[in-house]
Structure formats: structure tokens, C-alpha cells
């Protein structure tokens, strides 16, 4: 397995998680409708996913990209030579590609620009696509902006507009994208939303603090916060912002343009919301589930190969105080656990930290020498 595919890389403003690559290698689950469901039958030991609209996205172990789906706009046509991607991320009718180097591929439709990555942009260590725009989350943790974005009136050329992400995003962790608005996580675990708000979709909670995830669908908003309550706000014609009782025990979550998906602990699957093309049946005995992705007319499902645990595990709430970096690890009883760490991506050798025993609690792992400019940390588990 790539160990790119499970790192924090933490930096004296900020920590980051790769939120779309930490899953472990395995084939794909696709249900709804639509040409997205066709998925290549050769896609196999696939490392991360994202859906657009109606085109899917795989990210291979050797960093190469695979898209299907719908090709109106040639969002399924990667670029020739495009290689080292370690995160994709899928728009209305483009795509995004982040490589191991930090700069940004950008293809499909670009009536608004949403494909025209910045000339110079590099430090990028997470990428976001929206409708008609497109996100990247610097290594400094201040997040920028390209394309447009819809402000409520009358599609033509004069309502889409620029909006650059507000003063407060700073410190930011991961960034997702609607259809006309955006989300960023930042380390303290409050969120910033900016973009279009015809539904509320950007009018956060009172009481959202201490979260750990966020997801953005057309015109609704998710968040997931560390007690394991979930907040959805926004849009409900289709009850999407409306959370289905007795829902616990999450680990991440995806929002398609009216529904949602949520991924256990168990590696079980739960969706609701607008269910016209069968997004929310969820196939029976789907388990095993690594990582989602949720489009405009169907859902994708990362399942794990297979069946010992992953050599590397996700932690979350990342922070640093004093010289000292956490990292918080959901353990098991009778695993080990502990944090490397390196300086520079290309360096071959991880350093090792003390380890921990697992005993079915999260557990802390902190390095208290993080002083360095930067460092790129990954937990592993045996």
C-alpha cells in the first residue's frame, strides 16, 4: 500500500488529513442509475473515489486515474501522461486531480473556469469541485478558489460570480464543496462556509464545535462532531437535512446533490434523502466498506480486499500545542499502534514513535518533539 494514502502532514500553521485516501485497496460497489453505474469491470486494488454529477472517479495504486460515466463534456477523458495523483475529487461536469508534488490537474467542462487550475498554484494538499468552481487547501492551511459560483438568479453569465473564501478560513484541516457553496474544517474543529445560501445552506448551527468531518450536496450541509452526533442544515425537500433517528457510531460521510451516505464503524453503510434514481437503497450485505463517494444519480462504495486489518489506520482530530503533535486512534484490543513521522515526502525512511497498546478506546498518540517547520506523519497499526 502507498503510505501517501494514509498521511497527516503537519505544518507550524496547520494539520491536514487526506480525507478522500484512507481507505484500504479493493473494488467498487455503484448503485442508482444513470451511465455512472458502468463502472469499469477491470477496476480493481482501487485506492480512493469521488463521484461528480454523473461520472465517477478511481484513483489506482500507481497513481494513475481512471473516470466513467458521462462524457458530454470530456470529464472522462484524464489527460494524457497525468501520473503521481495521490486525491481526486469530481465537479458537476469536470474533475480535479492533486499530485504527489502538490500542483493540480484540471479537465472537463470549464464555461466558468472551474478547470483552469491557477497558473503557479503549488502546496495544494487537498482539492474540492463544485458546480462550476473549484477548491484547494494550500499547506499553510488557507484554502483558494477558482471558476464561479451561481448566486440564485437567473442562470446566465451575469449571476455567476467570484467569491473568495473568507478571512476566517485559516488553520483549515479539509475542505468540501457543494454545488454553489463550500465547507472548511479547521483545526480547532469549527467550520467556515461561504457561497451561495438560498436554502441556509451556509448558516451554521449555533452549537457546531469539536468536528471532525464535513460533506456538501447541492444545497444542504453535514458535519460530523467528535461525541458522534451528526448536524445537517440547508435544503430539506427531500429530507437530506433531516438526520434518521438512532444513527451512530459514524467515521465519514458524503453528500450527493438530495441524499446522503454515512459509513459506520462497522464498515456498513446508511443513506437517506431524494431516492428518484435508487440512491438510497443501499444494497443488501454491503459490508466491508472502506470509503464513499455520493453523485447526482448515484453512489460509490470502496470495499476492502482484504481481511486482516490495514497496515496503516486514519486518526483524527489532529492538533498541536506547545511543540507537542496528537492524533487521535480509535484502537482494538490486542493491536499496537504508533505514530511516524518524516520531514520531506520524498525521504524513504519513516521515524518511529513509542507505541501503544490497543484496548477498544481512541487513544492518543503525540509526538512532543513536533518543533520542525513541517512534518508528514502517518499511524501505523499491526
Not at 13 to 34: D, K
Amino acid at each position: 500500500m502507498n503510505p501517501l494514502l494514509q498521511t497527516i502532514v503537519f505544518t507550524s500553521a496547520a494539520f491536514f488529513l487526506s480525507s478522500g485516501l484512507l481507505a484500504r485497496a479493493g473494488s467498487l460497489v455503484i448503485w442508482g442509475t444513470g451511465v455512472a453505474t458502468n463502472c469499469p469491470p477491470s477496476l480493481t486494488n482501487v485506492q480512493a473515489v469521488a463521484a461528480g454529477s454523473s461520472h465517477g472517479l478511481a484513483l489506482g495504486p500507481d497513481g494513475y486515474v481512471t473516470v466513467w460515466g458521462n462524457n458530454s463534456y470530456h470529464q472522462t477523458n484524464v489527460p494524457a501522461g497525468l501520473s503521481n495523483v495521490i486525491a481526486v475529487a469530481g465537479g458537476l461536469y469536470h474533475c480535479l486531480a492533486l499530485k504527489a508534488d502538490g500542483s493540480v490537474a484540471g479537465w472537463g467542462r470549464n464555461n466558468r473556469s472551474q478547470s483552469t487550475v491557477p497558473e503557479g498554484l503549488s502546496n495544494v494538499v487537498a482539492i474540492a469541485a463544485g458546480a462550476t468552481h473549484s477548491l484547494a487547501l494550500l499547506q499553510d492551511g488557507t484554502v483558494t478558489n477558482w471558476g464561479r459560483y451561481w448566486d440564485g438568479n437567473s442562470p446566465d453569465d451575469s449571476d455567476f460570480v467570484q467569491i473568495a473564501p473568507p478571512a476566517a478560513a485559516t488553520n483549515v484541516i479539509a475542505i468540501v464543496a457543494g454545488d454553489d457553496h463550500d465547507l472548511a474544517l479547521r483545526s480547532d474543529g469549527t467550520v467556515v462556509a461561504w457561497g451561495l445560501n438560498n436554502f441556509g445552506q451556509t448558516d451554521l448551527p449555533c452549537d457546531l464545535t469539536n468536528v471532525l468531518a464535513v460533506a456538501a450536496g447541492r444545497s444542504h450541509s453535514l458535519a460530523l462532531r467528535s461525541d458522534g452526533r451528526l448536524a445537517a442544515w440547508g435544503r430539506d425537500n427531500c429530507s437530506q437535512a433531516s438526520i434518521p433517528a438512532g444513527l451512530k457510531d459514524l467515521q465519514s460521510l458524503a453528500a450527493g446533490t438530495e441524499h446522503n451516505l454515512v459509513l459506520k464503524k462497522d464498515g456498513t453503510v446508511v443513506a437517506w434523502g431524494g431516492d428518484e434514481c435508487g440512491q438510497t437503497n443501499v444494497p443488501a450485505g454491503l459490508s466491508n466498506v472502506t470509503a464513499i463517494a455520493a453523485g447526482w444519480d448515484f453512489n460509490i462504495a470502496l470495499v476492502g480486499n482484504e481481511s486482516p486489518p490495514p497496515e496503516f489506520v486514519a486518526g483524527t482530530n489532529p492538533r498541536h500545542a506547545d511543540g507537542v503533535f496528537c492524533v487521535t486512534v480509535a484502537t482494538v484490543q490486542g493491536r499496537s499502534y504508533r505514530l511516524e513521522y518524516k520531514s520531506a515526502l520524498e525521504q524513504t525512511n519513516w521515524e518511529a514513535l513509542p507505541t501503544v497498546s490497543g484496548d477498544d478506546t481512541s487513544r492518543t498518540l503525540e509526538d512532543p518533539s513536533a518543533t520542525a517547520p513541517q512534518r508528514y506523519y502517518r499511524v501505523r497499526q499491526w
